[in-house]
Structure formats: C-alpha cells, structure tokens
C-alpha cells in the first residue's frame, strides 16, 4: 500500500489512466442513462450555443459591412460645400482636391427631388446630375448595370434608373418616363411646375433597394438645366482611399481649398445610423452569450451528480493511492471535454452555416413560402455573413473558458471526497 501510495504521489499531471478514467466516465452504463443524457444535453447547448453566436454576429457584420460599402460606394466620404455663395468655381476646386494624397475621386453633383411618372404609375426619386466620367468611377453603379451604358451620358438626354424603379414604373430601357419638379419657371400666377421626358439609357441594380428604388442618375449639364442651376453645384463629394482616415483626409483637403468652403463626413451624416448598429451588435453577443452560459451551468449540474454517482470509486481509487489532484484532474477532462469538444463542433457548424447561409435562406424561403429578409425592410437584397477571425476567436476562447470553469466546483468536490466516509454504508 505505501509502495501503491508513493507511485500515486510520483504520477505526473495527465497522465495515461486519468485519460481513460474521464473516457469510461463519458461513456456511462445502462443505468447510468440519466447522467449521460445531461452531457448529451449539455454538449448540444454548447454546439448550438456557439453555433448561433457566430452565425449571428456573422451577419450582423455581414449586414453592417454591406451597409457601408453600399452607402460609402455611392456617397462620398467628404462632403465639401458652399454656405451662402454659389458653388461656380467647382471645376478649379476639384482639380485642387484631385491632387490631394489619398484622394480617389472628386465629384461635383446636383441633387433634387422631382416625381417620376408613366402612362399608368407616378412616383417620387432623387434626382442626381454627375458627369460621365464620374458616374463611370463609382463602381456600385457603373459596375452593376443591368441593360445599356454610360457611354455618351454626358452628350444624350437620357437618366439611368434602378431596376426596383424600373418595376414599379412598367417600363424598360428605352422607354420614355417624364421628370415633374415642383421648382419651375416663376410666372405672374407663381411657381409653375417644370415637366420634361427622358429617356431610359441605364437599367442598374446596385443590391441595395433603397437607392434601386428611389435613385435616378441624368449628366450634370442636363441637371443644372432642369432645375435651372446655371453654372453652379450644390455640393462636391470626395472619395478617398481608407475611409477610416477621414479626418486626416478632411485637414488635408481643407489647407488645399482654402476658405469660403465648409467639409463635413461619412460618419457626420450617418453617425446615429453606425452608432445603432453597433449598440444593437453589442447587445446581440451578451444576450446569445447566455446560451453559452447556461449550457455551462448544465455541465455544473451534470458533473455534480456524475461525482456522486461515483463516490465509491473516487473512494477505491484513493485507497490505492491516487491523489486528490490526481481526481481532481479525471473530473476536469470528464467535464471540460464536453465544453471542448461542443465549442468545436459549433465552431464547425457555424461556419459552414455561414458559408451556406443565402442558401440556406433561400430553401427555407422555398419551404415556408413567405418572404426571408425582404429587401424592401432590410435595405440589402441578400443575407450577408462575412465571419471575423478574431471575433470568432474570441466566442471559442469564451466557451471554453466558461466550460473549463464549470467544471471546477465538481471536480473540487471529487478531490475533497473523503474515501472512509465513502465506503462507510458500502
């Protein structure tokens, strides 16, 4: 016994027979069903807890990222305007901002609001007049042209329009649709309306409904002659490189264009829009993460009943010489193993999840018959999922930190079983 009791203090950390003792605990008897249900339960909580932590975060970046490249993409990062004095001198203005370090693109643009109407439908759009050369740099829209081109914009009288406008209009490309703009000529009576036709040369469809609903693109000089701008802009809007570095951009651009012109930017004009997406992300993973929390409680209860289900072993066990840590140990791998081994398989299934995920929405869509993730609420016409490593990292680092955790308590009552009281009514 002294001699069984020396080895058992020499044992290392780990060793062999701790990691086939937790494994014969994993795989209960017959009459030991229940314990094994509870890990099964357990298991299946961590998998899909995990699971749905990455799929929805997935998506939440998805949807965010999306947003931004479709707002970003069509809107400039800079906004450089004129408070009180027309904006005449744009052209000397966007050569100067042309040669800025870390600019893309400087766009002059009109903007009004007019309502669009067919034979048989009106609507309301947002009218934007932009050059040819600009229209074409923008690759939300020049690069998702549906039916004809920007070739010769700026010589036709012709409007690009979305496809969403296009529908709900009943025309196609080609057809004639007719602008009406509530600031016309001012005569004796008042302001008459300004009523004129264009026709369709662009069909495009940029993936966000919002703008493929509302938006109609005409050439700058056509749109500074029907709403009577003269030689003027409203505004010039500044693409740069790295988004993220707008103020360093916005200092830049402001020593170059002097005075008499004020800037704003992307994250001025749609700061609530982020910040409400971010606050909505954050609350999304403490809310998802209780899952995670409360399959790791299941892990609690489970091993507290498998540790009293196998007090008379533990006994044996350390009458033979194995040590309190040596215990301790078997039941940490018994519960953590469950932690682990669900954190991966979640891990596993939320990707693949999320690499399947427009499928996925469709065949459900297909299934149920109903309408997954309408463009017209949601903005965008699909499912985004883009899946963030360190993100996605740091969900699989707190799984199986909470699961290693949870085992702890138990494995501590296993170590602290004392073997006489044990076999006392064996």
């Given at each position: 016994m002294v001699h069984s009791l020396k080895k058992g203090r020499d044992t290392p950390p780990f060793a062999p027979f701790e990691w086939i003792l937790a494994g014969r605990y994993l795989r209960a008897r017959r009459e030991e069903g229940f314990i094994s249900l509870i890990a099964a339960f357990s298991f299946l909580g961590i998998m899909l807890g995990v699971a749905t932590l990455i799929i929805?975060?997935?998506?939440?970046?998805?949807?965010?990222?999306?947003?931004?490249k479709k707002i970003l993409g069509?809107?400039?990062?800079?906004?450089?305007?004129?408070?009180?004095?027309?904006?005449?001198?744009?052209?000397?203005?966007?050569?100067?901002?042309?040669?800025?370090?870390?600019?893309?693109?400087?766009?002059?643009?009109?903007?009004?609001?007019?309502?669009?109407?067919?034979?048989?439908?009106?609507?309301?759009?947002?009218?934007?007049?932009?050059?040819?050369?600009?229209?074409?740099?923008?690759?939300?829209?020049?690069?998702?042209?549906?039916?004809?081109?920007?070739?010769?914009?700026?010589?036709?009288?012709?409007?690009?329009?979305?496809?969403?406008?296009?529908?709900?209009?009943?025309?196609?490309?080609?057809?004639?649709?007719?602008?009406?703009?509530?600031?016309?000529?001012?005569?004796?009576?008042?302001?008459?309306?300004?009523?004129?036709?264009?026709?369709?040369?662009?069909?495009?469809?940029?993936?966000?409904?919002?703008?493929?609903?509302?938006?109609?693109?005409?050439?700058l000089r056509?749109?500074?002659?029907?709403?009577?701008?003269?030689g003027v802009v409203d505004v010039m809007e500044v693409v740069v490189d790295n988004p993220q570095n707008v103020e360093v951009m916005k200092a830049r651009i402001h020593k170059v264009i002097g005075k008499g012109l004020q800037l704003t930017d992307w994250r001025q004009r749609n700061e609530t829009f982020f910040t409400v997406l971010d606050v909505e992300r954050n609350v999304m993973f403490i809310i998802l993460s209780l899952i995670i929390l409360v399959a790791a409680l299941n892990i609690v209860s489970g091993m507290t009943m498998l540790v009293k289900d196998k007090s008379r072993d533990i006994a044996i066990l350390r009458t033979m010489g194995a040590t309190r840590s040596s215990m301790m140990r078997v039941f940490l791998i018994t519960g953590a193993s469950i932690g682990i081994v669900g954190t991966i398989a979640g891990l596993i299934l939320g990707v693949i999840f999320c690499w399947?995920?427009?499928?996925?929405?469709?065949?459900?869509?297909?299934?149920?018959?109903?309408?997954i993730f309408d463009p017209s609420i949601y903005y965008l016409n699909k499912l985004p999922a883009e899946i963030d490593p360190q993100e996605t990292a740091g969900i699989v680092a707190l799984a199986m930190v909470l699961s290693v955790l949870a085992t702890l308590y138990p494995s501590w009552r296993a170590a602290a079983l004392d073997p006489v009281e044990a076999l006392r009514y064996e």
């Open positions: 929805v975060m997935a998506v939440m970046n998805g949807f965010r990222n999306d947003l931004f069509l809107n400039g990062h800079v906004i450089v305007h004129k408070i009180g004095l027309p904006f005449d001198d744009y052209t000397q203005v966007s050569k100067k901002i042309a040669r800025v370090p870390g600019v893309k693109l400087a766009i002059p643009l009109i903007e009004g609001q007019v309502m669009v109407s067919t034979a048989t439908q009106a609507t309301g759009a947002l009218v934007r007049g932009v050059s040819e050369a600009s229209i074409k740099a923008l690759p939300l829209i020049s690069g998702h042209v549906l039916q004809g081109s920007f070739d010769n914009f700026d010589s036709a009288r012709t409007i690009a329009i979305g496809t969403r406008m296009a529908q709900s209009l009943g025309v196609g490309f080609g057809d004639s649709i007719t602008l009406v703009s509530p600031r016309g000529a001012t005569t004796p009576f008042g302001t008459a309306p300004r009523t004129r036709s264009y026709k369709v040369s662009v069909i495009f469809e940029m993936g966000m409904a919002e703008y493929d609903r509302t938006m109609i693109f005409m050439p056509e749109a500074q002659r029907y709403f009577s701008r003269g399947n995920i427009e499928e996925i929405r469709l065949f459900v869509a297909w299934a149920t018959g109903t309408v």
